[in-house]
């Protein structure tokens, strides 16, 4: 069990559970490079063999490999742990905080409020860390972008009359890689996961509503319009949501197309003197103080320094809600 670090020049051990695409293009490589500040010492996947094959490439011992995620959990040897899995996180999550280590955990951070509320028990008091008892940090890595932090620090949400965001969302695609690719578990319709819409914001839609949360200074956004569209088959289609403002609105429309090109993202904050414009592209092919980066520094702050993240356990509570509520101003029962 950890029991926290309290020197921000610090090496960090941490445990990653799940090694699909993410983990392989993003964390693991970046973790690799920041090793100044993370040391890799366990990792999990429920595929046999495949932790041990990606350990032996990472000089990681046979003891700090896995395939179920609580042995690793209850193995330790590590002061934080990356939670990279597919679904909901709430159990792993919870059952990490309550051991003590800090949490990295990818979205979605749980599928029903009360999902939410388990992890948020679990974290307060749990080990040394943010002031509020935060120990978790949301892997929300557009929040960290530069592009972002310089429009957040010139900003007055006061003057935010409306922003703006479009997404264009066709299947993901990964760098090329030796790794081999691992299956995703296919996904659960239970409540208000039925309704593609609901997973669309809590599975994708998320980073933007997050982006909007931290433009415009707010803790959670409401919903009085929504429309889909477009959707075939098991695909989603065409969402958009939109709501108010402390001054203003904003409105997302996002886009799965399953023949577009290329992923793409633009933000546009109409202010009262001027208008702020962010691009995003794949996300998956990044460069240097990238926000996966960026992010990744955060989270290294919060484990040695107690730093809050920019979304912990309240901002994945309030996307849930605002899934929801999307849900309810299409006219369907959550």
């Known amino acids: 069990m950890s029991g926290g670090i309290a020197n921000s020049d610090a090496v960090v051990r941490v445990g990653v559970v799940g090694l699909g695409h993410v983990a392989r293009h993003v964390h693991l ?8 500040h993370f040391r890799i010492t366990a990792l999990c996947d429920s595929a046999p063999g495949y932790a041990a094959d990606l350990a032996r490439g990472l000089g990681i011992p046979d003891s700090g490999v896995f ?3 609580q042995s690793t959990l209850e193995h330790g040897e590590f002061d934080a742990v990356l939670l990279l899995t597919s679904g909901s996180h709430a159990s792993l999550a919870a059952e990490a905080l309550k051991r003590g280590y800090a949490v990295f955990c990818e979205k979605p951070l749980a599928h029903t ?3 939410a509320a388990l ?14 008892g935060e120990r978790l940090m949301l892997g929300y890595m557009k929040q960290y972008d530069s592009n972002v932090t310089e429009a957040v620090d010139s900003l007055d949400p006061a003057t935010v ?7 264009l969302h066709p299947p993901e695609s990964f760098p090329a890689t030796d790794w081999t690719p691992v299956a995703a578990p296919p996904p659960t319709h239970r409540g ?3 309704h593609w819409e609901y997973r669309a914001v809590l599975d994708s839609a998320c980073h933007d509503v997050a982006l909007i949360r931290l433009l415009a200074g707010v803790a959670e956004l409401d919903v009085d319009f929504a429309a889909s569209w477009g959707a075939r088959g098991d695909e989603p289609g065409s969402l958009e949501f939109s709501g108010p403002l402390p001054h203003g609105r904003y409105s ?3 886009h799965f197309l399953p023949d577009h090109l290329d992923y793409e993202e633009t933000v546009r904050v109409h202010t009262e003197t001027d208008t702020h414009y962010l691009a995003f592209g794949n996300p998956y092919f990044f460069g240097a103080k990238s926000g ?3 992010e990744l520094l955060a989270f290294h702050a919060l484990v040695t320094a107690g730093t809050a993240p920019l979304s912990g356990v309240a901002e994945g509570t309030a996307d849930i809600r605002t899934a929801l509520n999307v849900l309810r101003a299409l006219g369907r029962t959550a």
């Open 29 to 36: 490589p970046l973790l690799t490079a920041l090793d100044q």
């Open 67 to 69: 395939t179920d995620a």
């Open 113 to 115: 409020i009360e999902e």
């Open 119 to 132: 992890v948020a028990g679990a974290g307060v008091g749990a080990g040394a860390g943010a002031a509020t």
């Open 161 to 167: 009359r409306h922003i703006d965001v479009n997404v």
């Open 192 to 194: 208000p996961r039925a």
């Open 252 to 254: 997302v429309r996002w």
């Open 292 to 294: 996966f980066e960026r």
